[in-house]
């Protein structure tokens, strides 16, 4: 069983890479390839629940002016970690279903996931310092 | 001591033979217990065996039990326990139940198929309005399992918006926000009178105000599902229609089909904004459910319609700045106080609002397409054979609102409506012809049409379901404003009404004209806002009308609407001291009355 399980992992590894493009990014050079707006469902599990990188989940809406402030301010500091982490965007309008499943209530909210679990969660808006330290808890730990 | 007037406080016993024929029923299968009877028990087993869900009030641990027992001894000659109905037919007690089951009469009473089947829910609402919502929570917080399904059909010019209802989307909400951004341009003009120097030219920009207001809106959206989510309602944004009595179908905006059965059903359907029925009104013309997220600014307006959706409109699309005609059929405000709705109109005509008067629309023709586009308006008059062309950049028709009534599969279970306006008819505890529908809001016949009726029918017609209350909701002195640009806030009758009921001589009208300090320095419209108060001398000159025209009418209104509720006198009234300044201490110290013929003009301070 455990040899098989192992198998499978090595297979699948290269097919999952995070860099299929997939998806509309934005932001500067760097920021394209760490952040990435959420799609859907499956999108969701594929690129955040499995990712094999940490992943910060900005949980946002159209109509939320915090939320517009917040979003570039956290790109940008996901941008400098060099890969380390990674940023999904969540239009809470668009995907009502997933901000539901994570409890969603107020926005902007902000999750740390690694390896599929929530390791650390924030709502509404800090400056970057308080990001910085938050996403360096995330990588490090 | 006699109820204060207004209330519709019945003795205790027809109360309680109420509650007795709302629990028979509202529920499938009624069963009055008692906690420690052996053939209650019997009876109850019975029917979990037939996975048959019943409701037993337990006789013996309800406050006036024994009453309701008695109540039952004379409704069905049975003065012991259990006493069963199905359906609303008295069955008997533990013997009759069991016999009427071995012969099978029981489930004929029950429905053949239903049998095996319990229903999905406790409650289903169609409607996620004002009305549903409340409903809703207040059910669900007494342990029912609920849902709500709302659904927006898109208007001819495919707007459409989220979950929360006309008065969060496309009503209240964005109207007093608008009506603000209107009263915030007079302020500005009445700064300088105060001292503030400023050299820019003030304009207004349509797109932005817009885009503040949806925002807010949006964040309402979010709030209710999060509200419905917290509660444990399962929320559906599906169309709902009945298909069969206690099942509806549930179509979402993809198609896809879905059926639910409930034991209790409440329809929260609201209404939306009546066409004309003439060539070019679905095309060209927009309405209220347009008009809020309208995103271009609206230009050259032509509003249709003399209701307070038309002249609040009116009203703020002129304060922004624009050139707006009123086109009246008739008489303005049908319903309100005639005295105080041409008050309203005049102020409005005084202030940059043109009113055409006595003419219809008979057509719209479009001359350029654009954001806005041009658009030519023929109307005929309503006395005579003149007509009438002119060009506008939009035309917003407000001509009445329309139930939601018609495509929900009410024939198919024998739900009544009034089949001249749409709406349904509901006795005085919001139950429809069929026992287990309920009808709430905007929707029933011969009630008030305003939000905060929809959520108090809502939230106690949930506690008389659920949580054992009799509590009706009660429908007199419910205070309201109209936001035009002179606000106009009243509680209890017009005076037209008053005179009718009452008769003149038995009425005393005290009035007065009075002039807000605020628009003393800008020198605004003196001897223009107006406040009256309508007594009936033959009951201690208790004040029955209270009709205000000013600034800030509604939050004026709000405090004398609890005090007409405690049976406020004139008396009582002179006796209060007010506060100054205010507009609303003129209520406290009104002397002239109308049968005087004294002159209520302000001349000094």
């Given at each position: 069983m455990a040899q098989r399980l192992a198998l499978q992992r090595l297979l699948w590894l290269p097919t999952r890479g995070?860099?299929?493009?997939?998806g509309r990014a934005f932001g500067t050079s760097a920021g394209r390839r760490s952040t990435f707006n959420v799609q859907d469902g499956s999108d969701f599990q594929d690129r955040v629940v499995n990712s094999p990188k940490p992943v910060v989940v900005d949980f946002h809406a159209q109509w939320c002016g915090p939320c517009k402030i917040l979003g570039p301010r956290l790109e940008k500091l996901v941008a400098k970690q060099e890969g380390k982490v990674l940023m999904a965007k969540v239009d809470i309008d668009d995907h009502t279903d997933l901000a539901i499943e994570y409890e969603v209530s107020a926005v902007p909210t902000v999750l740390a996931m690694k390896n599929g679990d929530v390791v650390d969660k924030f709502v509404g808006i800090k400056d970057e310092d308080q990001l910085e330290a938050f996403l360096k808890k995330l990588i490090g730990a | 001591m006699p109820p204060p007037p207004g209330q519709t406080r019945l003795p205790d016993w027809d109360e309680l033979k109420l509650r007795v024929r709302t629990l028979i029923a509202s529920h499938r299968v009624m069963i009055f217990s008692k906690s420690y009877c052996p053939y209650c028990n019997k009876v109850k087993e019975l029917f979990s065996s037939l996975h048959v869900e019943y409701y037993a009030l337990e006789l013996d641990v309800t406050d006036d039990g024994s009453s309701i027992q008695q109540i039952l001894a004379e409704l069905t000659n049975q003065r012991t326990v259990p006493n069963v109905f199905v359906n609303g037919s008295h069955i008997g007690g533990c013997d009759a139940t069991f016999q009427a089951y071995k012969d099978g009469s029981l489930q004929k009473l029950l429905g053949d198929n239903q049998i095996t089947e319990p229903y999905e829910y406790d409650l289903i609402i169609i409607g996620g309005g004002s009305g549903g919502l409340a409903c809703s929570k207040e059910a669900a917080a007494l342990g029912k399992k609920v849902m709500v399904l709302d659904y927006v059909v898109p208007t001819p010019l495919g707007t459409s918006w989220g979950l929360g209802g006309t008065c969060v989307n496309v009503g209240c909400i964005p109207k007093k926000l608008m009506h603000q951004a209107a009263l915030l341009g007079q302020a500005l003009q009445d700064s300088r009178k105060y001292g503030w120097q400023y050299e820019e030219q003030v304009k207004h920009n349509w797109e932005t105000m817009v885009e503040a207001i949806q925002n807010y809106i949006g964040s309402l959206n979010w709030g209710y599902r999060v509200s419905l989510r917290e509660k444990s309602v399962t929320y559906l944004n599906s169309y709902g229609e009945f298909v069969e009595p206690h099942k509806i179908k549930a179509t979402n905006r993809k198609g896809q089909v879905t059926y639910h059965t409930a034991e209790t059903f409440v329809l929260a359907t609201g209404e939306r904004p009546r066409y004309l029925g003439i060539p070019g009104d679905k095309e060209f013309c927009i309405t209220s459910d347009d008009l809020f997220s309208l995103p271009y600014c609206p230009g050259k307006t032509l509003v249709v319609g003399a209701s307070y959706v038309a002249l609040e409109c009116a009203g703020f699309l002129a304060g922004l700045g624009l050139d707006v005609t009123v086109m009246v059929r008739s008489i303005l405000l049908r319903g309100f106080d005639q005295e105080m709705a041409e008050k309203v109109g005049a102020y409005m005509e005084t202030h940059g609002v043109k009113f055409i008067r006595k003419f219809v629309p008979v057509q719209v023709e479009q001359l350029e397409r654009g954001m806005p586009g041009r658009l030519k308006v023929t109307a005929q008059c309503t006395e005579g054979p003149e007509i009438l062309e002119e060009e506008y950049n939009t035309v917003l028709l407000a001509v009445g609102r329309d139930a939601c009534t018609r495509n929900i599969g009410l024939q198919t279970i024998g739900v009544k409506i009034n089949e001249k306006n749409g709406k349904v008819p509901v006795n005085d505890e919001e139950r429809t012809n069929v026992p287990y529908v309920y009808a709430i809001g905007?929707?029933?016949?011969?009630k008030l049409e305003l939000t905060p009726v929809a959520i108090q029918a809502g939230r106690l017609l949930a506690q008389r379901l659920y949580g054992g209350s009799s509590k009706k909701c009660d429908y007199i002195n419910v205070p309201t404003t109209v936001f035009t640009p002179l606000e106009y806030g009243s509680c209890g009758y017009p005076e037209e009404k008053a005179i009718s009921e009452y008769g003149e001589q038995n009425l005393e009208v005290y009035h007065t004209l009075f002039w807000p300090l605020e628009w003393t320095v800008p020198g605004r419209d003196n001897n223009t806002c107006y406040a009256k108060i309508i007594c009936n001398k033959q009951d201690n000159n208790r004040v029955i009308g209270l009709h205000v025209l000013g600034p800030n009418a509604g939050e004026v209104t709000q405090g004398f609407a609890a005090a007409i509720k405690c049976g406020l006198t004139k008396e009582l009234l002179d006796e209060t001291i007010g506060i100054h300044p205010t507009c609303a201490e003129v209520f406290t110290t009104m002397d002239i009355t109308k049968s005087s013929g004294q002159d209520i003009t302000q001349k000094g301070c």
């Open positions: 995070p860099l299929a493009s997939h | 905007d929707i029933l016949d011969g």
